[in-house]
Structures are given as structure tokens and as C-alpha cells.
T-cell receptor, first 113, second 112 residues
Framework: AQSVTQLGSHVSVSEGALVLLRCNYSSSVPPYLFWYVQYPNQGLQLLLKYTSAATLVKGINGFEAEFKKSETSFHLTKPSAHMSDAAEYFCAVSDKSNYQLIWGAGTKLIIKP | SQTIHQWPATLVQPVGSPLSLECTVEGTSNPNLYWYRQAAGRGLQLLFYSVGIGQISSEVPQNLSASRPQDRQFILSSKKLLLSDSGFYLC???????????FGPGTRLTVL
């Protein structure tokens, strides 16, 4: 079965700085990989999704993620952080063995002015 | 387009009282439906999922139950709430069990 690890429960960056949120999955290649964002007291919103069409995936709000099979990673990046990016971010992978999405524990992104 | 609704948005209930949270999806048919819980400071916990009417799979043993009386309606219930049932409950739908899940706005439940 798949597993997902998000390194860092909290990540703090300055406004305008690079955002890097890390996600690693277990070794078997999943069909799909996802990043979601959750603002306080709201549901989750899809940021982007990897479907094997291209290793670099562009999403909403200027975010992108790169699938690296050799590193079993799907890290989320944004070149320049905005205050509005402060939220919790979740990585998820699909697991065909039990027909579900497997979720990471989430990373809270804190933006310093 | 598809939309997903949850109600109520917030709920405060005493310990031992019953619970009913409702989720409905519009604009699609035969969706897969999911109930998740987020406890304070914790990630997403899948509680139940359903691939069709009357078909419910439980992921975590607890005093909660789920039902799917109609194709696009998913209900989360409890006969007697516990303090530990407090949290943020999210409903989601997808076209396929391994594909994108779309989330509702959530219900904040506080059990006192």
C-alpha cells in the first residue's frame, strides 16, 4: 500500500521568498499525485494533480510541483510567497490496492511580512 | 458544473446527544462519496466512503455511522456523541476512487 510523508508540519517563509513544501511517497509509482490547499475553517481545494502526462505540473495561484520518480518525491514550489498563501497544504497519492487516496499529515505554511 | 453542500456549517452539541450531518452533491451522478474528520492539529482521517447507494465502507471503528439513502446524499450520524467526536467534518466526492476528490465547506462540530 502507498504511504505519504510530508516533511515539516510547519514551514515559515518571508513574503517574496521561495516556497518549498516537501512530499515523498512510497516506492511503487502511483497513478496520480495531488496537492490540496486548505484555508482556515474551509474545505480542501485542489491545487494541482500529476497524471503522468508531464513531470512538471502547474497549478493554481502560481504553484507548481515536479514528479521525480528516482527520488519518489512530488515537492510543491512557488517562486515568490504572498501573504495570501498562508494555509495548510496536503499531499495525496492514489492507491489502486485499496482504491483510495492516501493523505499526508499536512504542512502549515506561515508567511512572515 | 458540480457543487457539494454540507450543513450545518457549525454545530455545538452536548455529550450523549445524537448527530446528523448531511452532504449533497449536485451536477453529477453516481459519485463516490467520502466523510473525513480533522481533529485539532491533526490531518485528515477518512471515516467512511461509498461507491453507490447503500454501499458504505468504514475505515475507523467508532460510534459514528454513515448512510447513503440517495445517489447524491451522504449522511453522517451518531446515536450518542463523545467529547472525542469534536472536530471539523468534511464531505468529498469523486468520479473514481483514485481520482480527484472535491470537498465541501465542512462542518465544525463541538461536543461539550
Amino acid at each position: 500500500a502507498q504511504s505519504v510523508t510530508q516533511l515539516g508540519s510547519h514551514v515559515s517563509v518571508s513574503e517574496g521568498a521561495l516556497v518549498l513544501l516537501r512530499c515523498n511517497y512510497s516506492s511503487s509509482v502511483p497513478p496520480y499525485l495531488f496537492w490540496y490547499v486548505q484555508y482556515p475553517n474551509q474545505g480542501l481545494q485542489l491545487l494541482l494533480k500529476y497524471t503522468s502526462a508531464a513531470t512538471l505540473v502547474k497549478g493554481i495561484n502560481g504553484f507548481e510541483a515536479e514528479f521525480k520518480k528516482s527520488e519518489t518525491s512530488f515537492h510543491l514550489t512557488k517562486p515568490s510567497a504572498h501573504m495570501s498563501d498562508a494555509a495548510e497544504y496536503f499531499c495525496a497519492v492514489s492507491d489502486k490496492s485499496n482504491y483510495q487516496l492516501i493523505w499526508g499529515a499536512g504542512t502549515k505554511l506561515i508567511i512572515k511580512p | 458544473s458540480q457543487t457539494i453542500h454540507q450543513w450545518p456549517a457549525t454545530l455545538v452539541q452536548p455529550v450523549g446527544s445524537p448527530l446528523s450531518l448531511e452532504c449533497t452533491v449536485e451536477g453529477t451522478s453516481n459519485p463516490n462519496l467520502y466523510w473525513y474528520r480533522q481533529a485539532a492539529g491533526r490531518g485528515l482521517q477518512l471515516l467512511f466512503y461509498s461507491v453507490g447507494i447503500g454501499q458504505i465502507s468504514s475505515e475507523v471503528p467508532q460510534n459514528l455511522s454513515a448512510s447513503r439513502p440517495q445517489d447524491r446524499q451522504f449522511i453522517l450520524s451518531s446515536k450518542k456523541l463523545l467529547l472525542s467526536d469534536s472536530g471539523f467534518y468534511l464531505c468529498a466526492w469523486s468520479r473514481d476512487t483514485t481520482d480527484t476528490q472535491y470537498f465541501g465547506p465542512g462542518t465544525r462540530l463541538t461536543v461539550l
